[in-house]
């Protein structure tokens, strides 16, 4: 850049000489730039602004949520307390021409009694005039009890075990179970290998519903329906989306190693834990971590298994339940739903390096 | 030796050789059987064969052409909506001339970190006609969204779609980054020999990038036609089986839920999930059987 910006001006008359083009092209550059980034900006605001509104609304009162003039923060009026008595806050046009924020603590036709709450020890200031002509104040007042309030209402911390457990306990087992077929469709050869992993494929484009009434009508029989057998113990027999992500990975990882193992005796089995499973962990914790977040998200399945047992359905399932019985009290059903996504979101923020490369790996090798 | 290793192999993927018998082709094969019954999950002693009646029943139904009507809609209108957007943002996100790349693909990507049912949830009530923030946005241009005349997108057949796709957009994160990761692929000499030829942004978009994006573009329409063919915890969320407003969230499988579980009529639940398999086979059949068309594949690629 340098180079260019101490040429000598030639032709200056027909053309911009190099260093002004230069200068010119840069400053191009940094304006698309701005705007770019800031379009980005403006974008990201519009996207995430729900978020926003539902931190505002969870932190309003009643009264405030349902009036559609109210201020979009969680304003209320000021109340002071004075002597045990709560009082509320009116702004006071004062005989010297100023307004000042007093409370009405003894109300009365012609004048009243007032106190500043900013400087109480200063004693009861008297006002003549009437006061119910006077404008309340108010001020930012979140709301913090609404979550206290939604935590025990929807039994957050029952909710949140159930969902943990549903997820962690399903998470181990479809990983174990996919990383073993995942390894047997990546470095066996036997026949029928690329039938069958085809039809291994097309079991992720296959709609689930069209096996749901026959499997529900048989855990019904066996007393399962209720119960979070229906949903765990398939998990038993691998999942075609991560035995594909894990079966690229095994695939990329050098046969030498494997053979090396295979010279010092040790068999299949050993060879996959000892030398395939320690050199995967990315992939298999990337694996997880998808898991983790469909099985948080699960819905369908834990609605019309559990369908009997409203006490221990997972997070999504008793969301909607609270929200079909308290749908008069939105404060109330966002809070919920931020105490519902805080810990998915903050999981992901900790972990979106292995996250974000995972979801390159599953979907660019397709 | 071989036939060691082939027997290792099957050992290998017993598991889900096991699984795909257990939980797909046997209930799939009895879902057809069940199509073909008269069961009543209240009364299963008094359960009969009744041949097609089902399959009679299901295509005469009219809430089954109610719930086709509503896949249908909202297919056309959210399919290339969110494949444009999901491209769109990841071109931005690719752009050189974005600072904190990582910083806004964090961003984008956040709203699909959110549990569905919770996002649904929060949607519900920035889109409330009186108290929120969409509709007071729009009040401010002038335009009475907020009064009694105002826009009331959940009591409007055609609005409600519109509410469906916000939410949606919310979950494209995943798109998105199959999008980018396929964008970073793509040799940047490809794009300097067509900026020598003289060739604009949008050119170099649609001859450079599009054609190599292609097959990422095909992964995102299948895996997407096929999640909106089972669209159901958004409606149901919102509208419960009841399929308001005027039928707009009576989708397929929402139809299909209430016949089978709610009503507990599972021999045509039965029927009306094999339509739905018939449909998403068809779907992705013609997909696939079109792809050939215009999606690119690199020659080298085996």
Known sequence: ?366 | MQRREARWGYAFISPWLIGFLLFWAVPIGASLVFSTLDFQLTDPDATTFVGTSNWERALSDPDTWTALAATFRFTVLFLPLSLVVALGLALLLNSKHLKFTGFFRLLFYAPSMIPLVAGVLIWQQVLNPQTGWVNRLIGLTGIDATGTDGIRWFDNPILVLFAFSFIGLWGIGNAMMVNLAGLQGIPTELYEAAEIDGAGWWRRLRSVTLPLLSPIMFYNLVIGSVAILQYFVVPWVLFGATGRPGGASRFLLVHFYQQAFVFGDMGYGAALAWLIFILVALFTGVLFGTSRYWVHYGTERS
Not at chain 1, 155 to 182: I, N
Not at chain 1, 192 to 201: A, K, P, Q, S, V
Request: net charge negative; glycine share 8%; aromatic share 12%.
């Open chain 1, 1 to 366: 850049m340098t180079a260019t910006a101490t040429a000598p001006p030639l032709d200056a008359a027909d053309a911009p000489p190099p260093a002004e083009k230069a200068l010119r092209r840069r400053r191009r550059g940094i304006t698309a730039t701005i705007v770019t980034t800031l379009g980005a900006l403006l974008l990201a605001v519009v996207f995430l602004m729900p978020l926003g509104y539902g931190a505002a609304t969870a932190l309003k009162d009643k009264d405030g949520v349902s009036d559609p003039n109210a201020d979009i923060l969680p304003v209320s009026a000021l109340t002071y307390e004075y002597d045990g008595e709560v009082h509320d806050v009116y702004a006071v046009p004062m005989p010297d021409g100023t307004t000042r924020d007093l409370a009405l603590i003894e109300p009365g036709r012609e004048s009243s009694v007032f106190i500043d709450p900013d400087d109480p020890g200063a004693g009861p200031v008297e006002w003549d005039g009437r006061w119910r002509t006077l404008e309340p104040v108010t001020g930012l007042n979140p709301q913090w009890g609404n979550f206290a309030e939604a935590w025990n209402t929807i039994s957050f911390l029952r909710l949140t075990g159930w969902t943990l457990m549903y997820a962690l306990v399903t998470m181990v087992l479809t990983v174990v179970s996919s990383a073993v077929v995942a390894y047997g469709f990546a470095r066996f050869r036997f026949p029928g290998r690329g039938l069958l992993f085809g039809l291994l494929m097309a079991t992720i484009l296959l709609p689930p519903a069209v096996t749901l009434v026959p499997k529900y009508a048989v855990f019904l029989q066996m007393g399962w329906v209720g119960t979070y057998l229906p949903l765990i113990v398939p998990q038993l027999f691998a999942n075609a989306f991560n035995v594909f992500l894990l079966r690229q990975y095994f695939l990329t990882i050098p046969k030498e190693l494997e053979e090396a193992a295979r010279i010092d005796g040790a068999g299949p089995i050993r060879t996959f834990l000892r030398v395939i499973v320690p050199q995967s962990v990315p992939a298999l914790t990337a694996v997880s971590l998808f898991h983790f977040f469909y099985a948080w998200n699960d819905f369908f399945e834990p609605l019309l298994y559990l369908a009997g047992n409203r006490e221990i359905v997972p997070i999504g399932v008793g969301l909607s339940y609270f929200s079909g019985v308290y749908n008069s009290e939105p404060h109330l059903i966002l809070a919920a739903s931020l105490l519902a996504l805080a810990l998915p979101v903050a999981i992901f923020l900790a972990a979106q390096k292995v996250f974000v490369q995972g979801i390159v790996v599953t979907g660019v090798d397709k």
